[in-house]
Nanobody, 115 residues
């Protein structure tokens, strides 16, 4: 059974930082592309950052230069370092694991950035 568990969300002031973690189990973590998505109030879920099994990364334009995605395959964990946070980054952040047509989601973690 695939399980993705996010942690690290919370309340932070604008300009602050948070580090999200997503621990995976029930999958061969290293072969999965891992992604962070977010869904703000009244908005559709959108891709924030993604990292392939080979370590290639891509980011939404809105977070480039502020967010960094990384992975530790030995710990079955993917991270999202978020710096210079803005109120518009407020959302529920979801972890996703994708491989060969199989897409799996975590339960989400709330990030709230106050102005």
């Amino acid at each position: 059974q695939v399980q993705l568990v996010e942690s690290g969300g919370g309340l932070v002031q604008a300009g602050g930082s948070l580090r999200l973690s997503c621990a995976g189990s029930g999958i061969i973590f290293s072969i999965y592309a891992m992604g962070w998505y977010r869904q703000g109030p009244g908005k559709q879920r959108e891709l924030v950052a993604r990292i392939t099994s080979g370590g290639i990364t891509n980011y939404a334009d809105s977070v480039k230069g502020r967010f960094t995605i990384s992975r530790d395959n030995a710990k079955n964990t993917v991270f999202l370092q978020m710096n210079s946070l803005k109120p518009e980054d407020t959302a529920v952040y979801y972890c996703n694991a994708f491989s060969r047509g199989s897409s799996n989601w975590g339960q989400g973690t709330q990030v709230t950035v106050s102005s």
